[in-house]
């Protein structure tokens, strides 16, 4: 008997004397995806290759190709990655970033940072060399053209927006005769052409590309018969193809599959051109009147950059951190070069416990998947997957809603992880969408639903109805029209939903109010919408405490009567002084057995005493936040990934 109460006091003691904790368990993903490249030969001849390996931060690496030595790796501070590099007339090395643009000189240990291009621009999407050493650049969010002189700095050379109403530009090419830049802008593609002589802007291509969201590589290619060519990829939800514009005729002189712009290579005093598309190497050439591109040689990855060398070979860097070297007169593989390019960690863009009892971390943008056992404390990463923006499951399979096209996985997680052999597999795109942020399993009717934002430049989400049985779904476009569905969620049997007026990147809202409404399954309609007040967006529904329907409105935590369509409650967390660029997930938040509320809204940790309405703001930099089966939450902060345990647990 007393060794029973012994054993009950301690128990007792541990119980009651357990207090809340945040514990970091680091980063969760990790890539070596490479993405801005170039060639580039010094005075002596000797020839580099330089590229950007994303991560947090990224970094630019170097190597010399003929003794694969590396010359530089430096982290690019303030930057998870860049959309391009160039190299200016005086041979210096220009890497696109955050807002930002960073330099490097043959014989340097590190990358220069040259600080912010124009005010309030997040992305520099694409750079081109200039004359004298001037560098121009594309820039998001205000589709602005910027130059950089390495004596005078930046400026504005747009005038501001390049296209009204646009957000992108995501292309820039120079030609050097002219003393023209051509930018490609989106998100509803055009051609714009900016004189630097005579500073003014016009508008090419009228109606014939305005079908495709983005015109979003371009390479200009100069002293060919018939005239120098434009050729751009142009990409859309449902389309994709690459155009060669004639600069002289100013018209589009044939169109193309798919084909790696920035993979072109021209060989010179000649009208043959070199490039990659889909793991072949093309020879085009412009001296025929068919144009018909030939195929000469094999390649592994996507061509991130292309070069003719000294002795005419041609090379090409590819997402594989491969460069080959072909023969072009045989098409024979002449060296093949595997770079070390540096794993790094990236950020999280979407976390889900699984039916494994494991934390499921998505990667951003360079995608990848990891996970963390949190009874063992061991990490896996998983490899291959795009950037997964919502998660769900049902019994032993997670299903995956991806960026770009709304892709749809599942996987199996009773089997090896194993692309080739179809796990996870592949179910199919989602038709106009492209981000598939809600994701709700519905165990009794063997579906899962998925709620996304539609493509850029669009406006109206969709619900799909994905049958698990027969790997067969549905989609209902447009349901709240004009709005995206950015949650949804299952109460007493009944499926609610969550929208946003934002549609997808670069379009401007139409509606005013953001809804919450009921879909039904079975007839597979919106029974009924409403909105809350005069916000954007109802995002982040759940079931609270006390088993109502509470749902985050733009900045503030609601609670709503489903039954007589009313907020019952609300309370402001955060006040938007003006509609950003895009508002999506917001907060998320869970119930947990304590009986508390606990929920991520701009970026912190929150409880909530429903009873007691008394709020806690518990860390910071946390977002994405999730209940696991062991009564943990997890959140993450940048790349990591933490836990906090509620006081008792």
């Not at 409880?607 to 518990?618: N, Q, R």
Request: overall charge neutral; glycine content about 10%.
């Amino acid at each position: 008997m007393l060794k029973k109460y012994i054993i009950v006091l301690i128990v007792s003691c541990i119980f009651y004397n357990a207090k809340s904790q945040f514990v970091n368990h680091g980063p969760q993903v990790y890539a070596a995806a490479i993405q801005g490249s170039h060639f580039l030969k010094d005075e002596s001849g000797k020839e580099y290759v330089f590229t950007v390996a994303r991560g947090l931060p990224a970094r630019l690496v170097g190597y010399e190709l003929e003794t694969q030595k590396v010359v530089v790796d430096s982290p690019l501070q303030g930057t998870d990655g860049s959309w391009d590099m160039e190299v200016s007339s005086d041979n210096i090395v220009y890497v696109s970033g955050n807002g930002k643009m960073y330099s490097y000189k043959l014989g340097d240990k590190d990358v220069k940072d040259l600080g912010l291009a124009l005010p309030n621009q997040k992305v520099i999407w694409d750079l081109v060399a200039g004359k004298d050493g001037k560098i121009y650049g594309g820039t998001y969010p205000d589709c602005q053209v910027f130059e950089y002189d390495p004596i005078k700095g930046y400026k504005d050379i747009g005038n501001g927006a390049l296209f009204a109403g646009e957000n992108y530009v995501r292309s820039l090419v120079f030609d050097l005769n002219a003393n023209k830049i051509y930018a490609g802008i989106g998100s509803h593609a055009g051609l714009i052409a900016l004189d630097l002589n005579k500073q003014t802007k016009r508008q090419l291509m009228l109606n014939q590309i305005n079908e495709h969201e983005f015109l979003y590589d371009m390479e200009f290619i100069s002293n060919l018969s018939g005239g120098d060519r434009l050729i751009g990829w142009l990409n859309s939800a449902n389309k994709q193809e690459t155009i060669i514009y004639n600069v002289k005729t100013e018209k589009v002189e044939k169109s193309l599959p798919s084909i790696e712009v920035k993979s072109i290579a021209k060989k010179d005093q000649s009208n043959l051109i070199y490039y990659t598309s889909s793991g072949k190497v093309y020879m085009l050439d412009f001296g025929s009147n068919k144009l018909e591109p030939k195929i000469i040689s094999n390649v592994e990855g996507r061509g991130r950059a292309g070069y003719i060398d000294k002795n005419g070979n041609y090379n090409v860097i590819t997402a594989s951190h491969k460069v080959f070297k072909i023969d072009v007169s045989t098409g024979e593989v002449l060296k093949v070069i595997s770079l070390e390019i540096p794993k790094s960690p990236i950020s999280i863009q979407s976390i889900f416990w699984g039916p494994d009892n494991k934390v499921w971390s998505s990667g951003y943008l360079a995608g990848n998947h990891g996970t963390f056992d949190p009874a063992t404390g061991k990490h896996e990463s998983y490899i291959g997957l795009h950037q997964s923006e919502g998660m769900g499951s049902l019994g032993n399979i997670i299903y995956f809603g991806n960026y770009t096209h709304a892709e749809i996985f599942s996987y199996d997680v009773t089997k090896k992880w194993n692309l080739r052999d179809g796990n996870p597999k592949f179910l199919g795109a989602i038709k106009n969408q492209d981000r598939p942020f809600a994701i709700l399993p519905l165990k009794n009717k063997n579906e899962v639903l998925f709620g996304t934002v539609p493509g850029y430049g669009r406006l109206g989400g969709a619900i799909t109805h994905l049958d698990v049985k027969t790997e067969k779904y549905q989609t209902f476009e447009n349901i709240i029209p004009h709005q995206s569905i950015v949650s949804l969620v299952e109460i007493d049997g009944r499926i609610f939903g969550g929208t946003s007026i934002s549609g997808g990147l670069g379009v401007v809202p139409i509606s005013s109010h953001g809804k919450i409404f009921e879909w039904d399954p079975l007839e597979k309609k919106v029974l009924w919408a409403d909105s809350i007040d005069n916000y954007w967006s109802i995002s982040g529904l759940f079931k609270g405490p006390d088993d109502s329907l509470w749902a985050f409105a733009d900045g503030s935590l609601v609670k709503y009567d489903f039954n007589n369509r009313k907020v019952l409650y609300k309370k402001v967390i955060y006040k938007y002084n003006q509609l950003p660029s895009h508002i999506w997930r917001n907060g998320l938040a869970i119930s947990h057995p304590n009986g508390l509320m606990y929920f991520t809204l701009t970026d912190k940790l929150y409880s909530y005493d429903v009873a007691t309405d008394e709020l806690k703001m518990l860390k910071d930099n946390a977002s994405l936040m999730i209940l696991g089966s062991n009564n943990k939450i997890y959140f993450k902060h940048g790349t990591d990934l933490w836990s906090y345990t509620p006081d008792g647990y």
